[in-house]
């Protein structure tokens, strides 16, 4: 079966620091991998995926992603975090169409 | 604008009521999903449709019911069958079921129990 694993609940980091947001996946066959944002009381936003090829992947708003196979991993990465990328952050794996999300990760940049 | 609208926004459902929740897409997407999000717990899949006049329950489909008869709407109905319908849901939609292919969300739709 195909999962994702967010392993932290919350993320803490100051301003200007570089942020890491973790993601293990479980799939078979070739993975398609998502990152999604959410903001309070708002819909999940689009940041990136990973199809096939570069293992780093950029996305919106200044994120980017690493897909390690061995590691089967896909942690989000951003070099300098900003007080507004404080929300609500989901892993997803593509399935048979749809999406199978992890439990998501809530990050806090404090000023 | 293109998007995803939801509507309402906020709903209140009273004991043994069936209310229902309206999407509709103006991306001329094949897929649209409804999601349930509950805290904790991530997104769960309820129903889905690759295509018009025909969908597939996810993992979470009883006690809700969808109905695809055009390809901009995707209507979904909590039955008074949903044990515990108070939750935050999710339409969604992509421009075909392959599985690398983008979902994209609308903003979402509360329903309470009162």
């Known amino acids: 079966a195909q999962s994702v694993a967010q392993p932290e609940d919350q993320v803490n980091v100051a301003e200007g620091n570089p942020l890491t947001v973790k993601c293990t996946y479980s799939?078979?066959?070739?993975?398609?991998l998502f990152w999604y944002v959410q903001y309070p009381n708002r819909g999940l936003q689009f940041l990136l995926k990973y199809i096939t090829g570069d293992n780093l992947v950029k996305g919106s708003y200044g994120f980017e992603a690493e897909f390690n196979k061995s590691q089967t991993s896909f942690h989000l990465k951003k070099p300098s975090a900003l007080v507004s990328d404080s929300a609500l952050y989901f892993c997803a794996v593509g399935s048979y169409g749809n999406l199978i999300f992890g439990k998501g990760t809530k990050l806090s940049v404090k000023p | 604008d293109g998007g995803i609208t939801q509507s309402p926004k906020y709903l209140f459902r009273k004991e043994g009521q069936n209310v229902t929740l309206s999407c509709e897409q103006n991306?001329?997407?094949?897929?649209m999903y409804w999601y349930r999000q509950d805290p904790g717990q991530g997104l769960r899949l309820i129903y889905y449709s690759q295509i018009v006049n025909d969908f597939q329950k996810g993992d979470i489909a009883e006690g809700y019911s969808v109905s695809r008869e055009k390809k901009e709407s995707f209507p979904l109905t909590v039955t008074s069958a949903q044990k515990n319908p108070t939750a935050f849901y999710l339409c969604?939609?992509?421009?075909?079921?392959?599985?690398?292919?983008?979902?994209?969300f609308g903003e979402g739709s509360w329903l309470t129990v009162v």
């Open positions: 969604a939609s992509s421009v075909s079921g392959a599985s690398g292919n983008t979902i994209y």
């Open positions: 799939v078979s066959g070739n993975p398609y």
């Open positions: 991306l001329n997407h094949d897929a």
